[in-house]
C-alpha cells in the first residue's frame, strides 16, 4: 500500500473521513507540504510522524484543517431554519415546561455561525426567559473551536439576510455576536467519531449535525449517527444536512417532515422489537 492510501486509511479509521473525493494530485500536493513544512523524509516519513503521534493534537490537528471543509455561514438552510422557529422551538419549549431547561448540540460546528444561528432563534423566539439554556458546539478543528470562541465574523458568514442585526457589534470590518448570545454557547474539540466524554444518554433536545456526514465514509457513519441517536432525549430532534441521509443502518430514528425540512426523531417502538415481557415474575418493590 503506498504511504498516501495508508494515511487516507488511517484518517477513515481514526476521523471516519472519506479522501476519496480529493484527487490523488491534490492529496499528494498537501501531504507533501505537509511533509517538507515538517522536515521529514517524504510522504514515507510523514506516514510514520502520523503513525507515533497520538490524534488528535500535533502534526493531526495541521493535517485535518487541511483535509476538512469548514464553509458555514449564519442561518444556513433557510427551510431549517423556519422549522426550528415555527414547529421545533415551540414544541420544545412545551414538553420541556416542566424542567425549564434545554439542552442543544451543535456537532460538527466549525467556526461557530450555527451555534450562534441557534442562540439567536432560541432568545429572540421569547419561548425560553428564566430556562436553563445551553448550546454546545463541538468540532474536531481547535483551530476552529477557538474562532467559534471568538465570536467574530467576516462579510462572508452573512449570505443570507441576517433577522437580527442587534445581535451583533460591528468591529472594525467584522461582526462581534454578542453577549446575551455568546453566554449560552459554549464550544470544545470532539472527534464525532467518539462518544463524547461524560456526556449521558438522552442529554441534547435538539441536535443539528449538518455537512458533516457528507465528508464521512460510508462505514463510519452509523458510528456517528449511532453516537447522536443515544445523545438524543426521547422527545428530540435531530437535523442533518439538506444532502444527507440516515445510514440504513440506523434503526432508532425516524424521518419527519417540519415545514418542508426533514427531521429525525426517536422511532416508535414497534410491539414486535418489543422485549418480551415475563408475566410470571413480581414487578420490583417501590424504592
Ligand atoms: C462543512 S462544516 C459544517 C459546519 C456547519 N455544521 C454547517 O452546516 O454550516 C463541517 C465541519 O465538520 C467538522 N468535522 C469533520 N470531521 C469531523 C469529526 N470526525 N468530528 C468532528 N467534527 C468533524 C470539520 O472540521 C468542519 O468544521
Redesign the pocket.
Known amino acids: 500500500m503506498s504511504a498516501i492510501d495508508r494515511i487516507a486509511e488511517l484518517v477513515g479509521e481514526r476521523?471516519?473521513?472519506n479522501l476519496d473525493p480529493l484527487s490523488e494530485a491534490t492529496l499528494h500536493h498537501r501531504l507533501s507540504e505537509r511533509a517538507a513544512a515538517t522536515k521529514v523524509d517524504g510522504l514515507d516519513g510523514y506516514l510514520a510522524l502520523l503513525e507515533r503521534t497520538p490524534s488528535p493534537g500535533g502534526e493531526w490537528e495541521e493535517l485535518?484543517d487541511l483535509i476538512?471543509?469548514?464553509?458555514?455561514?449564519f442561518f444556513?438552510d433557510e427551510s431549517q431554519m423556519e422549522a426550528l422557529r415555527e414547529e421545533t422551538l415551540p414544541a420544545l419549549a412545551k414538553s420541556r415546561k416542566d424542567d425549564a431547561r434545554l439542552r442543544i448540540l451543535?456537532?460538527?460546528?466549525?467556526t461557530g455561525?450555527?451555534a450562534y444561528s441557534l442562540a439567536i432563534l432560541v432568545r429572540e423566539s421569547h419561548l425560553f426567559e428564566g430556562w436553563d439554556v445551553a448550546i454546545h458546539g463541538?468540532?474536531?478543528?481547535q483551530r476552529?473551536v477557538k474562532s467559534a470562541k471568538h465570536a467574530t465574523y467576516r462579510p462572508a458568514s452573512f449570505r443570507l439576510p441576517n433577522p437580527a442585526p442587534h445581535a451583533f457589534t460591528r468591529v472594525n470590518d467584522r461582526m462581534k455576536v454578542n453577549e446575551p448570545y455568546t453566554s449560552i454557547c459554549d464550544f470544545r474539540r470532539?472527534?464525532?467519531?467518539e462518544p463524547m466524554p461524560l456526556v449521558p444518554a438522552q442529554s441534547y433536545d435538539l441536535i443539528?449535525?449538518?455537512?458533516?456526514l457528507l465528508?464521512?465514509r460510508e462505514e463510519a457513519r452509523p458510528r456517528l449517527v449511532g453516537h447522536l441517536a443515544r445523545y438524543l432525549r426521547d422527545d428530540g430532534w435531530l437535523f442533518l444536512?439538506h444532502a444527507e441521509t440516515l445510514p440504513k443502518e440506523e434503526k432508532t430514528l425516524a424521518s419527519k417532515f417540519v415545514r418542508g425540512a426533514l427531521a429525525y426523531r426517536r422511532a416508535p417502538v414497534r410491539n414486535s422489537d418489543r422485549a418480551p415481557v415475563d408475566r410470571s415474575k413480581k414487578p420490583p418493590s417501590s424504592p
Open positions: 476521523y471516519g473521513l485535518l476538512t471543509v469548514h464553509e458555514t455561514y444556513r451543535s456537532a460538527g460546528c466549525s455561525e450555527e463541538t468540532d474536531v478543528s476552529c470532539h472527534n464525532l467519531l443539528l449535525c449538518r455537512n458533516v465528508y464521512f444536512g
